[in-house]
C-alpha cells in the first residue's frame, strides 16, 4: 500500500520533470535542477547531507549538491522517482513516511508555487490530519527564530505555538498552508492572520523553518 511520503515523492518527480530544469521554484535561487539534486544528495549522500542540519558541514554539502547538479535532468528526477537505495534509512517505509511526507509536501509546492498560474491543491482529509500532526511536533523547531510569538491555528480552532513571546501573531489556515507558512515560504501560504501590524511584518520576514 503506498504511503503519502510515495505520493508525494512522485507527485514531485512529475511535477520538475513537466516544469523543466530551468524553470524556478520557492527556493532562493534554486531552479528545479537546483532543487532535483539536493532532493537526490539528501537521500543518497548521508555522508554530505548531515551539512542540511549541521552548520559546519554545509559548504560540503553544498558542493555535492552542485555536482549533482551537473547530471542530466532526466536523470536527477528518475533518482527521485524510484527512491533511495537499498542501504539507505530512507528505504525503511517507516521512515520514509515520517522523515519525507512534509519533505516531499513542501518541495512540491515549492514547484508549483513558484508558477504564476498556480492553484491551491485540494488534500484529503486524512493527508490534511497527517500534515497538522507533523505540524504540531515541529511546530518549535520551525518557529524558533520568529521574534514575536507565534501561534498557528487551523479553521476548527485547534492551535500550536510555533515560538512563545509577546506580541503574538496567529497564523490561521488549512494545514496544507499552515506548512508552507511555518516552513519559510511565508509569501506563498494562503493564511489570515491576526496582530500587531508590525509584528505580523516580522514574522513574515523571519526565517522561519528547519
Not at 139 to 152: D, F, K, Y
Request: charged residues 30%; positive net charge.
Amino acid at each position: 500500500m503506498s504511503t503519502h511520503a510515495q505520493r508525494e515523492r512522485l507527485l514531485l518527480a512529475d511535477l520538475l520533470e513537466n516544469a523543466g530544469a530551468g524553470a524556478p521554484t520557492l527556493c532562493d535561487g534554486w531552479t528545479a535542477r537546483d532543487l532535483a539534486a539536493h532532493v537526490v544528495v539528501r537521500e543518497r549522500r548521508s555522508d554530505a547531507a548531515a551539512g542540511i542540519v549541521i552548520p559546519q558541514l554545509a559548504a560540503r554539502m553544498e558542493r555535492v549538491r552542485r555536482e549533482f547538479a551537473r547530471k542530466p535532468f532526466e536523470e536527477l528526477v528518475q533518482l527521485i522517482r524510484t527512491g533511495p537505495p537499498r542501504m539507505s534509512p530512507f528505504a525503511l517505509k517507516q521512515i520514509d513516511e515520517a522523515a519525507n511526507t512534509v519533505e516531499f509536501f513542501v518541495h512540491a509546492e515549492d514547484v508549483r508555487r513558484a508558477q504564476p498560474d498556480w492553484t491551491p491543491r485540494e488534500l484529503d482529509g486524512v493527508f490534511s490530519d497527517t500534515l497538522w500532526k507533523r505540524l504540531e511536533r515541529m511546530a518549535r523547531v520551525a518557529g524558533r527564530r520568529s521574534p514575536v510569538g507565534l501561534v498557528l491555528r487551523r479553521p476548527d480552532g485547534q492551535t500550536a505555538v510555533a515560538h512563545r513571546g509577546t506580541p503574538v501573531v496567529t497564523v490561521t489556515g488549512e494545514p496544507a498552508e499552515l506548512t508552507i507558512f511555518a516552513f519559510g515560504r511565508q509569501d506563498a501560504a494562503r493564511v489570515e492572520t491576526e496582530g500587531d501590524k508590525a509584528a505580523v511584518a516580522k514574522v513574515y520576514e523571519a526565517k522561519l523553518g528547519l
